[in-house]
């Protein structure tokens, strides 16, 4: 059914780069394959699965942190940034998979936390010991707000920590240590204490270590929370209203742009390598500017789309969303970002499942998986996959909190518990239920056998119990699998650059079911329409018209258009007009 007439179609006026035209399929080290029985993944695990991302046809793997670490949040606790976490393999395993990875004409891209590190790691074990050693002013310390009685506070009696901050975690974002008498910042766990980007010591040591993995041949860089490296000297408290009390003053903060700016001229601007920023609560303007001719970084995710389900009091509350509200957020971010470029994804690690979400888990399943991908992969920027989305893997049940394996739901369900006097665990599960990242972070689901062919181990996780009937090897047998569909949806966005360049421009934007756009480079012309809902839906979409060819739908047997468009319950159709 796929027409390939554009696989000439590309256009010498528009900025090529080999990131743009890319598909990035990311891997969760710890859950994707298990291939020494401990229950966790490892390396050698990831190679032995190459040839489901050669079958998907993606051209770049992102791999979770899988450096030497506590793992106190799952590898983004670095304790040694020039090693590899021994539960994961040695840096000859890694070596063998970046090899194997070009060998297949895939890039490796990695993932970096510096906003922050371990708290052992050997910098900051150094700058607790010894405040005026060459490490001491590597970390964000102070003595704390003297105040007579601090009933509160994390450190003594009479020594408040400096502001209002919290972390993202739950609670101050200030520990006190002992060893050294002070407060240090964290934003994210205790153990994860941020490094202080002011002292140019430290931003020395990232270019260095950026650099040194540059050299070993990877492709480029995730940058983990990376607009929140700059923190304002003064540390004024937070407005204590705001979902995250702070994040004024640290997301984007003052020097944020210049510190990515030098990492840029000094280092990254030598390799042709990507670098994506995740950055929270980011404007549409500021990540023009990081992103940008001008800017230090190639792409940005954003999350606004991802927050329309957040309740009132933010992100522990359950909200609903609505298709002109998604329609809204996207297109605006489509059509605001001008030069800049953005990350495209419905789901990563630290999100739930998008078909549980934004779709129908159970009777559509497989058509509001297909219809989400079609979205995804037919939208401006850089798509990025995650593991299992192809599957169209669900959220998996979670009995009770000690089924639990993520910091962040841990620390703030318990707190939420705590503060309104909740005791029963079933009054919070459909939160969890809904919002845990530990959702994204069950084992992929190669085949139905007891551990879904994940480890002959006990699994760190249970596997979802929906892997009788969501894996990988039933999918691949079959031609209209989500899988199936995932992999021409990747072959119809390698040869049809209107797809990855073309302006997009919204059509129906008030519909209540309908999300239809528009992708126009040159004379290439695209009608995107998708019908978001579990009924049947009829409707005018202009362009849509007997001259118009089927590119791919996830429906068999599609009339030609001739009046009104006739669309079943997640229907999704891309034509060329
Ligand atoms: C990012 C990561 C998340 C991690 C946090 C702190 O948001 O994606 O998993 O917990 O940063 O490093």
Redesign the pocket.
């Given at each position: 059914m796929t027409d390939t007439t554009g696989a000439d179609r590309w256009p010498a006026d528009v900025d090529r780069a080999w990131w743009r035209e890319a598909v990035v399929y990311q891997i969760y080290p710890w859950s994707f394959n298990d291939s020494d029985g401990d229950g966790v993944g490892d390396l050698a695990g990831i190679l032995e699965r190459l040839d489901h991302l050669e079958y998907l046809g993606v051209d770049v793997v992102w791999l979770?942190p899988v450096y030497e670490s506590p793992q106190v949040?799952?590898g983004?606790?670095i304790s040694n940034y020039r090693a590899i976490h021994e539960q994961f393999g040695t840096m000859a395993d890694w070596e063998r998979l970046l090899a194997a990875l070009h060998e297949r004409d895939m890039r490796l891209v990695m993932d970096l936390?510096v906003?922050?590190t371990s708290d052992e790691h050997e910098w900051f074990q150094a700058s607790r010991r010894a405040p005026d050693g060459e490490y001491g002013d590597y970390y964000i310390w102070h003595p704390g707000r003297e105040t007579v009685d601090a009933v509160d506070s994390p450190g003594p009696p009479d020594r408040a920590p400096p502001n209002n901050w919290e972390s993202?975690?739950g609670g101050s974002a200030w520990a006190f240590d002992d060893e050294r008498g002070e407060y240090y910042l964290h934003?994210?766990?205790d153990r994860?204490p941020d490094l202080n980007w002011a002292n140019p010591a430290v931003r020395t040591e990232i270019g260095d270590l950026m650099e040194w993995w540059l050299e070993k041949g990877i492709d480029g860089f995730r940058l983990?929370?990376i607009n929140l490296i700059s923190k304002p000297a003064t540390l004024p408290d937070g407005d204590p209203s705001a979902d995250w009390v702070g994040s004024e003053h640290f997301v984007d903060g003052p020097h944020a742009l210049a510190y990515l700016q030098e990492l840029d001229d000094r280092v990254l601007s030598r390799y042709d390598a990507m670098t994506v920023g995740?950055l929270?609560e980011v404007s549409i303007q500021q990540a023009r500017a990081y992103t940008g001719p001008d800017g230090p970084l190639d792409m940005a995710f954003s999350f606004d789309h991802v927050q329309l389900d957040f309740g009132e009091e933010g992100r522990w509350t359950v909200g609903d969303w609505t298709l002109p509200e998604l329609k809204a957020v996207i297109s605006g971010w489509q059509t605001g970002l001008g030069d800049g470029w953005s990350a495209l994804f419905f789901e990563?690690?630290?999100q739930p499942r998008v078909v549980s979400r934004f779709g129908d888990d159970e009777q559509f399943r497989r058509e509001s998986a297909t219809l989400i991908g079609t979205l995804l992969l037919s939208l401006r920027g850089t798509p990025f996959v995650y593991q299992g989305q192809p599957l169209g893997m669900t959220n998996p049940p979670f009995e009770s909190l000690d089924a639990l394996q993520d910091?962040?739901t841990i620390r703030n369900v318990r707190m939420l518990m705590d503060e309104r006097g909740i005791e029963d665990y079933a009054e919070v599960r459909e939160l969890v239920e809904h919002r845990t990242?530990d959702n994204a972070r069950t084992p992929m689901q190669w085949d139905a056998t007891p551990n879904a062919g994940f480890t002959d181990g006990d699994p760190w996780m249970p596997v979802n119990p929906d892997h009788h009937e969501v894996n990988a090897a039933d999918a691949r047998a079959r031609p209209n699998s989500v899988l199936s569909y995932y992999r021409r949806l990747i072959e119809l966005r390698h040869e049809t650059p209107a797809l990855v360049y073309g302006e997009y421009e919204l059509l129906l934007p008030a519909h209540e079911s309908v999300f239809a756009y528009r992708r126009t480079l040159e004379d290439d012309r695209l009608l995107v329409v998708l019908n978001f809902d579990d009924g049947y839906t009829s409707v005018d979409v202009p362009g849509a018209d007997p001259t118009a060819t089927l590119l791919l739908a996830n429906y068999d047997d599609v009339a030609t258009p001739a009046g009104p468009l006739d669309l079943r319950p997640y229907e999704a159709r891309v034509y060329r007009l």
């Open positions: 979770n949040d799952n983004y606790d936390a906003n922050h993202h975690f934003l994210y766990h994860q983990d929370v995740e929270p990563n690690h630290d910091v962040d990242r």
